[in-house]
């Protein structure tokens, strides 16, 4: 499985854009990119995923590279309810014929700690 | 829709009791996760099924372990007998299915303390 490298925290101030990086320098042709948050105490939020093009929603917009080797996850205006741990996941395809398949596989994420 | 529900959200035992954790997915949701979080080892699966049937059981720790889905709106993980080091907080998620584009949704987890 491919795997990610992600900074072990990152600060942003309140109302300002956080850019949070992940490289992913071995991913394969059909593997997507996710990103999680866990706020403290809480189960993993699903915020975004993506396989070539970028992607936005509600919560976020994802940035990925045209040879897909790093993203980054664009919160636009962070507050200080996004302080949470960020995972950027690399997620294979589903293949019926192995085990190994479909999985989240959470690496250490980034901390990010929005200040006021 | 409630999402995953879980339950006890707290449970506290002594070493060499059993303990059952309980998962309700997400109705219509045909995928369904269990995770083990811990300081240590983060995020860990430990088991998914597929329209009730277990598919990969390979993060299961050990025999101790045991989980079930016998009908499409519950699961449950069984650890019997219970040790100090199976202390986590315990997830489940659920999706769609298990292809790659489906994303998974996350129960708000049981925190188990063994003693």
């Known amino acids: 499985d491919a795997k990610t490298t992600q900074p072990p925290s990152m600060d942003c101030a309140e109302g300002r854009a956080a850019n949070l990086p992940c490289n992913h320098s071995?991913?394969?042709?059909?593997?997507?990119v996710y990103w999680y948050r866990q706020i403290h105490s809480q189960g993993p939020q699903y915020i975004i995923h993506g396989l070539k093009n970028n992607e936005t929603n509600e919560m976020a917009s994802l940035i990925i590279t045209e040879d897909r080797k790093s993203s980054t996850l664009i919160l636009p205006h962070a507050t200080l309810r996004d302080t949470a741990v960020y995972y950027c996941i690399v997620r294979p395809p589903y293949d019926y014929g192995s085990s190994n398949t479909g999985k989240l596989i959470f690496g250490q994420g980034t901390t990010l700690q929005v200040k006021p | 829709d409630a999402g995953v529900i879980q339950s006890p959200r707290h449970e506290v035992t002594e070493m060499g009791q059993e303990v059952t954790l309980r998962c309700k997915p997400i109705s219509g949701h045909n995928s369904l996760f269990w995770y083990r979080q811990t300081m240590m080892r983060g995020l860990e699966l430990l088991i998914y099924f597929n329209n009730n049937v277990p598919i990969d059981d390979s993060g299961m720790p050990e025999d101790r372990f045991s989980a079930k889905m016998p009908n499409a709106s519950f699961s449950t993980l069984k650890i019997q007998p219970s040790e100090p080091r199976d202390s986590a907080v315990y997830f489940c998620a659920s999706s769609l299915s298990s292809e790659a584009y489906n994303e998974q949704f996350f129960g708000p987890g049981t925190r188990l303390t063994v003693l």
């Open positions: 071995t991913i394969s042709g059909n593997e997507y």
